[in-house]
């Protein structure tokens, strides 16, 4: 794919990748960046070297927002089940918890709350 160059902008009008997965290849920018769209993270995330992403970190969430598979694969709502230490170790790890454990009970009004399981 050729990108267009108008006004001293490149535009890609397509998908684009940059580096191989696996590489440890890093893109590093020096300059301000706009985002108009929805930006997906598949790994950490991190600002200005502190990482973003904690394991047991809670999200506040109103009830009427849908949240995808994508972020249920990295929290668990916090309703105060019992759990296996298999289901969710890293965070049994951070709480210092034994075979099976309560997930937090937490509920105000009509927001949810999830925690952080795994990085």
């Known amino acids: 794919m050729v990108p267009k160059r108008r006004d001293g902008v490149v535009e890609f009008l397509?998908?684009?990748?940059?580096?191989e997965e696996?590489?440890?290849?890093?893109?590093?920018?020096?300059?301000d960046l706009d985002v108009s769209s929805d930006v997906n993270f598949k790994g950490?995330?991190?600002l200005?070297?502190?990482?973003?992403?904690?394991?047991?970190?809670?999200?506040?969430?109103?009830?009427?927002?849908?949240?995808?598979?994508n972020f249920l694969n990295y929290y668990t709502k916090c309703d105060g089940k019992?759990?296996?230490k298999s289901d969710f170790p890293?965070?049994?790890?951070?709480?210092?918890e034994d075979e099976e454990f309560y997930?937090?009970?937490?509920?105000?009004?009509?927001?949810?709350?999830?925690i952080r399981f795994k990085k």
């Open 103 to 114: 997930l937090p009970d937490i509920k105000n009004g009509n927001i949810d709350y999830y």
């Open 44 to 46: 950490s995330v991190k």
């Open 22 to 31: 696996g590489t440890g290849q890093k893109m590093q920018i020096y300059m």
């Open 90 to 96: 890293e965070l049994a790890e951070i709480l210092g």
């Open 48 to 69: 200005n070297g502190l990482n973003m992403n904690h394991i047991g970190e809670m999200k506040a969430i109103w009830e009427k927002i849908p949240v995808d598979n």
């Open 14 to 19: 397509s998908s684009v990748k940059f580096g």
């Open 82 to 84: 019992r759990v296996k």
